[in-house]
């Protein structure tokens, strides 16, 4: 899910319809899990204002 939203949350996140296809899960479930887990773990490699700009796609999608 990091690996995916790495790619995409400069463009506001990845599109609904890869997401369903790729995760098997509509984009606000999606998101919810992404935004928990960048809450609870932040992926230690990534820079910490990307966490933040990826924790604000995910708030934004929700």
């Keep these: ?3 995916f939203e790495v790619q995409w949350y ?3 996140g990845g599109p609904a319809e890869t997401i369903l296809a790729d995760f098997g899960m509509d984009a606000a479930a ?3 899990h992404l935004a928990a887990y960048l809450e609870d773990s932040p992926p ?3 820079r910490p204002d990307l966490v933040e700009r990826m924790k604000g ?3 934004r999608r929700l």
């Design 10 to 12: 400069a463009y506001g």
């Design 1 to 3: 899910m990091v690996a």
């Design 30 to 32: 999606f998101f919810r």
């Design 44 to 46: 230690t490699p990534l």
């Design 57 to 59: 796609v995910a708030r």
